[in-house]
C-alpha cells in the first residue's frame, strides 16, 4: 500500500510504493567489479602521481611527513565555467545570456592511490579532503564575482563520473541557482513562522524517532530522511546550526570525517560499491538571509532512474520506505570491508 | 567559450559550455537496435493483442473500422498510487504523510504492434494516442480527490522504461506537487508584472529569432528552448493561450499529431531511436490561477546524465548551443524514416 510523504525541507512530496518493492540485494545485480580492484597506478592517469604536469596551475597540496602529496587541487581541465569575468549584453529582457559563464571549476584528487574511494579511506585521509573543500571554499568566497559555490563528487559511471582516480569538484557561480535560492528562502520563511530552524527541527524529530538514523555522534546525524527520493540516499547533519560548511571548525571536520566513513563504508558493503553522488549543500558566509540554512552533506547512490512523472512533476517514486535503508545500513558488518589491492 | 542562459519560463540558468562539445554523432555511437526491429508480436507481452485479460479494468479502446483495438488504456498492474482515498492521521507538523496515497495510475497502450513507437506511426495514429490521452485526463478531472494529473511517456530504457510495448501513462496525484505550483505561481507573476502570459512572449521571441526552430504550423511551434537544460530536447507550444492540455479542440489535437510525428522521427533518424520522456505539461481545468499557465509537450531525450553538480544546483551543463541541435534536426531527411518488420 503506498504513501505519501512531504519532506519539509525541499518541499517536495514522494510515493513510497512498496508494491513495486525491490529488496537491497537487487540494487547490486551482478556487479562485476569494484574500485578496490583497479591497479593502485595507472601511467595513464591524469590525476596518479607522476602525471602533475597534466593538471598545471595547482591550487593545494596537503603532503605527508616524507613530502608526498596526499590531496591536491587544480584547475579542470575540461571546464564547464572559466574565470574571465566579462559579461555580454543581456539579449532583451525575455533571453538573458552572460558570455563567458565566469566561474571557476576546480578538481580535487582525493589521494595519491588510483583504486581507492573515500568509502575506504581511513577517517584521517578523508579529513585532509574535508580540509580541502574547506581551505578550497574559503580562498574562492574572497572572489567578488562568484554569487555561489558548490562542493560535490560523482563516483562511477552512473554518477556522471568520467576519470577512475578519486576525486571532487568544486564549481564556483557567477549566479545563484534559482533551486538553491528556493532552499535559502524556504528556509527564512520557516524560521520566521516557527522561531527557529528547519534542519536544526528536523535533527531533532529524526534523533527522537531513531528508525532512520544511520550514524550518530557527539556533533553529527547521518539519517535517511522521512521523505528522502531516492533510496539508499543518507543526508549528513551537523547538529549546531550553522549556513556554511566553509566555517566548519576543525574538530567539526575531524568528527564529520569519521561519520562519513562509516556512512560511505556502509554504503560501499551493502551495495557493493554504489554509483553516488555526495553533494556539500551550504550557502556563502556573506550571503544575506542566509544564515537561516542548515548546511548538511547528502550522498545519493544512483539506484534508480528519473523518468517522465520524475521530470513532469518533481516528485519522486521509490519503492523501499526510508526506515527499511536505514535498518539495511546499520546491520553492515564493518569488518568485512578490505582496501584496495597494492 | 562557455556560456550563461536563463529560461524565463522555468527560471533555470543552464551552462552552455561548447569545450566539452560532442557531436551530434556521438550520442548515437554504437546503438545496436532500434524498436523497428522488434517482433511486430509477443505472445508474452501483457499489451500485445490477445492478452487483454493481463491488463483488467480497461478504461479506453479506440477500434478501427474492422472492430480491432487500435489504442486502448487500463489500470497499471504495479501502480505509483491507487484510488483508496483513506488518508493516515498527519504525524506532527514536520512529518506529513498520507497512506495509502490515494491517486490513480493507468497505461496507454499506443498501438496493438509491439515494434512500432509514436516517431514511426502516422499522424492519424498519433491523433488516436492524444485523443486517448485528453478522454482520460477530461474523465479523471471529475475525481474531487485528484490535485493534478500528469500524463507522460517513458521510451527505452534510459527513461526508466521497462515494458518494451508502445506505451504512454497517466498518473492523478492527490497533491499538487510543488514544483509544478511553482511554475503555476511564476507563470501568475509573469502575467500579473507584463501583463502578458510568458510561454505566449517566449512563442513570439522564439519566431523572430526563428534559429532554435524545429517545425511550425498555423497553431503550433517546435523548438530547442534557447535555455533548454538537456541536449536535443524539443518543447512543443500551442499558439493560442490555454493552460489546459485536456480543454484543446479536436482540429488542434490533428494539428498536434502532425508536428508530434515531425519531431518524434527526426529525432529518431537524427539520434538512431534515442530513449526519451515525453511529458504533457498542463494545469487542471479547474485549478485557481492556473489560467496564467499554458500547456505545452517537452520531449527529453536521455543523452546526458545528473551528477553531482545538477543534483546540488538545479543548474545543468550542456555542450551543444540549442541553435545548433534545431539546426541538425532541421536538416534530417524524413524520407529515410523505415517503419517496423511486419
Known amino acids: 500500500m503506498s504513501e505519501l510523504r512531504y519532506n519539509v525541507a525541499t518541499r517536495d512530496w514522494v510515493v513510497v510504493a512498496p508494491e513495486r518493492a525491490r529488496r537491497p540485494e537487487d540494487f547490486h545485480a551482478g556487479r562485476p567489479i569494484t574500485t578496490a580492484d583497479r591497479p593502485a597506478h595507472r601511467a595513464d592517469c591524469p590525476f596518479c602521481p607522476g602525471s602533475e604536469d597534466h593538471t598545471p596551475g595547482e591550487t593545494l597540496r ?185 566555517l566548519a571548525e576543525t574538530t567539526e571536520i575531524r568528527e564529520l570525517a569519521g561519520v562519513l566513513k562509516q556512512v560511505l563504508a556502509r554504503l560501499y558493503l551493502a551495495l557493493k560499491d554504489p554509483d553516488y553522488n555526495l553533494i556539500v549543500h551550504s550557502a556563502n558566509p556573506p550571503g544575506p538571509g542566509s544564515h537561516f540554512f542548515h548546511w548538511y552533506l547528502s550522498i545519493v547512490p544512483r539506484l534508480s532512474r528519473m523518468a517522465g512523472f520524475e521530470l513532469g512533476t518533481g516528485m519522486y517514486i521509490r519503492s523501499s520506505p526510508p526506515e527499511a535503508d536505514a535498518a539495511y545500513l546499520r546491520q553492515v558488518n564493518l569488518e568485512a570491508l578490505e582496501g584496495p589491492k597494492s
Not at 557561480?173 to 513562522?193: G, N, T
Not at 547521518?222 to 547533519?237: E, G, K, Q, R, T
Open 62 to 246: 596537503f603532503c605527508d611527513a616524507q613530502g608526498n602529496w596526499m590531496v591536491r587541487s587544480f584547475p579542470n581541465r575540461y571546464p564547464a565555467l572559466t574565470p574571465e569575468s566579462q559579461e555580454g549584453r543581456p539579449k532583451g529582457n525575455l533571453f538573458r545570456r552572460r558570455r563567458f559563464g565566469s566561474g571557476t571549476h576546480e578538481v580535487v584528487a582525493e589521494s595519491p592511490l588510483h583504486n581507492t574511494t573515500l568509502g575506504l579511506q581511513s577517517p584521517a585521509e578523508i579529513e585532509q579532503v574535508l580540509r580541502a573543500w574547506r581551505q578550497r571554499s574559503q580562498d574562492l568566497f574572497h572572489r567578488p564575482e562568484l554569487e555561489h559555490l558548490v562542493v560535490f563528487k560523482n563516483h562511477g559511471l552512473s554518477a556522471g563520473c568520467s576519470q577512475e582516480h578519486p576525486h571532487s569538484q568544486i564549481i564556483g557561480l557567477p549566479v545563484l541557482p534559482s533551486s538553491v535560492r528556493r532552499r535559502f528562502d524556504d528556509a527564512a520563511r520557516f524560521y520566521q513562522k516557527n522561531q527557529g530552524c528547519v534542519f536544526c527541527e528536523m535533527l531533532r524529530v529524526e534523533q527522537e524517532e531513531a528508525a532512520r538514523v544511520v550514524v550518530e555522534t557527539y556533533g553529527f546525524l547521518a539519517f535517511v530522511p522521512f521523505a528522502s527520493d531516492s533510496p539508499f540516499s543518507v543526508w549528513i547533519l551537523p547538529k549546531r546550526h550553522s549556513h556554511c560548511f566553509a
